[in-house]
């Protein structure tokens, strides 16, 4: 199971840019690579949501996010990013970087999060 850490949150004023990182220090790169992966958020008193995903070659956005987030991926550094801009305070939550192998996807894990904060 990958270990998963996260950072870049923070706080941040309305229309401002953060980029959070996802790393996956213990893992070999191989494993990275036959991960897909995801960032998800979960705000105060609400569901986790997706926010970016990347399978296949396809990267998806959550239709809040369209436009303004950019989610990358850098195989050799065992990374991912998700690049944010424009944030508004609607993007207040905390951020979660997710992996699931593409060939069993009970091996699947979560980082602990980083808080992004948009407030004036």
């Known amino acids: 199971q990958m270990y998963l850490v996260e950072s870049g949150g923070g706080l941040v004023q309305p229309g401002g840019s953060l980029r959070l990182t996802c790393a996956a220090p213990?893992?070999?790169?191989?494993?990275?690579?036959?991960?897909?992966m995801a960032w998800y958020r979960q705000a105060p008193g609400a569901q986790r949501e997706m926010v970016a995903r990347m399978s296949n070659g396809r990267t998806d956005y959550a239709d809040s996010v369209k436009g303004r987030f950019t989610f990358s991926r850098d195989n050799s550094r065992k990374r991912v990013y998700l690049q944010m801009n424009n944030l508004k305070p609607e993007d207040t939550a905390v951020y979660y970087c997710?992996?699931?192998?593409?060939?069993?996807?009970?091996?699947?894990?979560w980082g602990q999060g980083t808080q992004v904060t948009v407030s004036a």
């Open positions: 213990r893992s070999i790169t191989s494993v990275f690579n036959s991960h897909d």
């Open positions: 997710y992996a699931v192998n593409r060939f069993n996807s009970d091996l699947n894990a």
